[in-house]
């Protein structure tokens, strides 16, 4: 009985997935005078709390963790803090989030 209970449960699971479409837009922003344009993705199958992605630009010369100090600065590491990127990305994302999130 226990196997049947899984196995109807995995089945049921499956067929919500097919039922769900992820929802892909472009999504405008303004970071001060400068008109940018991210990327948000999600599934639509909720309208609950669920994961999505947000895709924002990127800044020249930054690589992973631009802004921890601690990553240090050498960027052919693959991880690196870049000052000028940590101080200017801030408010962008802040304007970003806020036209993703509706806040």
């Not at 067929?15 to 769900?20: G, N, Q, R, V």
């Amino acid at each position: 009985m226990k196997r049947l209970l899984t196995l109807l449960t995995a089945m049921l699971g499956t067929l919500t997935s097919l039922t769900a479409a992820v929802v892909e837009r472009p999504l405008e922003y303004k970071a001060g005078d400068v008109l940018c344009e991210g990327w948000h993705a999600y599934d639509d199958a909720t309208t609950s709390r669920r994961p999505g992605v947000l895709i924002i630009h990127q800044w020249t010369g930054a690589v992973h963790s631009f802004t921890h100090k601690a990553a240090g600065n050498d960027n052919s590491k693959g991880a690196a803090y870049n000052a000028e990127a940590d101080r200017d990305s801030w408010f962008p994302m802040e304007q970003f989030l806020k036209a993703a999130l509706g806040r």
